[in-house]
């Protein structure tokens, strides 16, 4: 026979609560994501010929890719066996075709209005508990399959939890589903998986203030990314247009 439940004395820390958004799937969830990412990464490698180079990120890490179809998430949940977290705006995650896959994926919605603090809150518990966070550091879907300015969320949010930022080149998604498709076609696919940036050399890139070291790091990993899908970082198209204007 057991006794009463012990209670926590007058100065003991109370368990801290997990951040609407962190939860840890359920076992069935789990189970029935699993089934799911092994049929769909059966289709997509059938149907797209998807092929996956490097090596896919085990750990705690900060995932970016480029963003040039809404094939992007379910390509990336497919090359790799850990569950992603993504976070993306709200507008994306109601999205009528795919929002059910983000909230079912439990992603992270950013509203365009306010500071997100509990969002960012719930991005740092998941690394905390040992998960991926996806990122598309592009803020929204290239139109022209060239790569954007990349905004500094995902590098702050790796150096706030002391996790690597780990790149990824998506090629090919775009001619397979262009945006306003409404079908996705046959098309080859490959997802490059870039080596992982660790924070200490994100924070030796130097700046005299913290949006300058943002701006540096966001610019590295953005080239990073560009190396992955071959083309030039749009921050280095940017500067070598305002070079030819000064020179």
Known sequence: ??????????????????????????????????????????????WFRMRIEGAPPVGPCVLVANHTSFLDPLLLGASQRARIVYLMTEVVWRSPSLGWFYRWSRAIPLSTRGANRDALRAARAVLGQGRIVGV???????????????????????????????????????????????????????????????????QALGGDDRRERLRLATAAVMRRIASLTGQVAREDQLAAARSSTTG
Do not use: H, K, W, Y
């Open 136 to 202: 598309f550091p592009e803020g929204g879907l290239s139109r022209d399959g060239q790569l954007l300015l990349g905004s500094p969320g995902a590098v702050s949010l790796a150096l706030q939890a002391n996790v690597p930022i780990v790149p990824v080149g998506i090629v090919g998604a775009r001619a397979a589903m262009p945006p306003g498709a409404a079908l996705p076609r046959p098309r080859r696919v490959t997802v490059r998986f870039g080596a992982p940036i660790a924070p200490a050399e994100l």
């Open 1 to 46: 026979m057991t006794g009463p439940a012990a209670t926590p004395g007058p100065g003991a820390a109370a368990p801290e609560r997990v951040p609407p958004g962190a939860e840890l799937p359920g076992r069935c969830d789990q189970a029935a994501f699993v089934a799911f990412r092994v049929l769909f990464g059966a289709l997509v490698r059938v």
